[in-house]
């Protein structure tokens, strides 16, 4: 359900979190949420052929199967729906969002957590290391 620019996410355990929407979700999102309908209720959902749609949600099977269609139309090999989450996870880390707020944003009881899913490895490390150096003039 799509509030003041924030997504409610139902998590692991039924948890559930608020989540800011990017403006290029929203705006692909809105269209979407116009045609289902606005109200409570799972963004994901079957349709019927004829194009009716209901208020069953769509498996985690089935979202998975479309994600790996899209990879696959894309040339991505190897993919897996986790790797969203890494990536998401990898990218707000390297932009230098603090941790914390990733760790909200990933639903994630500990940053331990959080942590395990940065990919960034070598590269972050060298890029804080060079900022040591002193400016040349």
């Not at 707000?92 to 959080?114: F, S």
Request: hydrophobic share 35%; aromatic share 2%; net charge neutral.
């Amino acid at each position: 359900h799509l509030r003041d620019d924030t997504l409610t996410v139902i998590g692991k355990g039924n948890k559930e979190r608020e989540v800011p929407l990017a403006r290029v979700a929203r705006e692909r999102l809105v269209p979407w949420l116009e045609r289902r309908g606005t109200g409570p209720g799972p963004v994901l959902v079957t349709t019927h052929r004829g194009g009716h749609i209901t208020e069953t949600p769509l498996s985690v099977s089935a979202v998975v199967l479309c994600l790996q269609e899209i990879a696959e139309k894309a040339g991505v090999t190897d993919f897996s729906a986790h790797d969203l989450r890494r990536t998401f996870i990898t990218n707000l880390l390297g932009k230098g969002v603090d941790l914390r707020t990733v760790q909200r944003l990933a639903g994630h009881d500990d940053p331990m957590t959080t942590t395990l899913y940065d990919r960034s490895g070598l590269a972050r490390a060298r890029e804080a290391v060079e900022m040591l150096n002193p400016k040349e003039e």
